[in-house]
């Protein structure tokens, strides 16, 4: 058997643009034959999915999957919308889902876990990229979970079963009624999805970000005495919990009340007190810079002349 060198592994990545790894295991699986190693490369489909790994992926779906008191909700993108419609992306949308509820919210750790028929996560996504020929990543994953109650969501522009633009968890903790807590979380969800707040309430907002406000304020109303510039401060805090913060506010379903309000007003019918322990939205492709292109010219690159 041929050494396993780094020379080697580096010789192999140049021949076929697949990650470090991938080559040294390549190389391993092949007994350090360099033709085989590449055989075993285009086998998993590895070689094919390192030459797309460059390509913006931002569009795909956001998959969601839950289980009584716990649910998830990932991310997988891909390069071009069309591929949202496709039966194979859609379930290994599914599928990455299902794998991200056992094993939780590290996208690292659902990578490397075993998915469903073989294989890992990850190859998996290799697999897929080689055959429908976009790049494809798995962004992010989000897992809620109580001790009792429900997590219930709600997706947007839905594109099949557990698929959409927009996913919504919603963690509700009760003794209650499942049937109500799952009424009123995809009530909450589908709020969610509307208003995009930011925290559950004013404690949970990220300090630097309410330092801001406070400083805005603050340069508002420069001069002005401590104790007068103290209230506006107070009052400034209580105007952004209303319009940022999702307990605080204005019910999408209900413009009487704030969502707080709604959940402690339900309690009657779930009949245990409930506590509305934590959401996670997560819109498709937010966040990612998108390569504008112009494809005159690239069609004109490619023909070796100009746009």
Known sequence: MTAITAALVKELREKTDAGMMDCKTALVESGGDMEAAVDWLRKKGLSKAAKKAGRTAAEGLVAVNTAGASGVVIELNA???FLAKNEQF???CRNVAGVALAIGEDVEAVKAAAYPGGGTVQEAIANAIATIGENMELRRARKLAVPAGVVASYLHNAAGEGLGRIGVLVALESTGKADELALLGR?????VAATNPVALDLASVDPEILAREKAILADKNAGKPAHVLEKITESGMKSYAKEFCLLEQVYIHDGS?????AVKDSEGKVGAP???????RFALGEGITKEESDFAAEVAAAAGGKA
């Open 79 to 81: 390069e071009t919308d």
């Open 90 to 92: 859609q379930a290994l």
């Open 187 to 191: 009530q909450i969800a589908m709020h």
């Open 257 to 261: 009340k704030s969502v707080g309000q």
């Open 274 to 280: 409930i506590r509305l322990a934590g959401f996670a």
